[in-house]
């Protein structure tokens, strides 16, 4: 998983991260976007642009947001 949106996505969901995709690989769930690490190609174009700082390259996320991973994970089974 390349990216991984976090907690200040959680009812912000401002979408400037969708915009500037250039895969599309951001969708949005009920209360948070996710991002589809199958269709990602890494390019952190959504990183830069979050005006939260939701966004974080998987290896660079805090510990205490790494159920986050298992979050997008549960999203994109069940789609």
Same mark, same amino acid.
């Given at each position: 998983?390349?990216?991984?949106?976090?907690?200040?996505? &959680?009812?912000?969901?401002a979408a400037?991260?969708?915009? *500037?995709?250039?895969?599309?690989?951001?969708?949005?769930?009920?209360?948070? !976007?996710? &991002?589809?690490?199958? *269709?990602?190609?890494?390019?952190?174009?959504?990183?830069?642009?979050?005006?939260?700082?939701? *966004? !974080?390259?998987?290896?660079?996320?805090?510990?205490?947001?790494?159920?986050?991973?298992?979050?997008?994970?549960?999203?994109?089974r069940t789609?």
């Amino acid at each position: 998983m390349p990216f991984v949106i976090t907690e200040a996505c &959680i009812n912000e969901k401002a979408a400037d991260c969708v915009n *500037v995709c250039p895969v599309d690989c951001i969708v949005e769930g009920d209360d948070q !976007f996710f &991002i589809n690490p199958d *269709v990602c190609i890494d390019c952190g174009a959504c990183e830069v642009e979050c005006p939260v700082s939701a *966004v !974080f390259y998987e290896e660079d996320l805090p510990e205490h947001y790494l159920k986050y991973i298992d979050k997008t994970a549960e999203f994109f089974r069940t789609k």
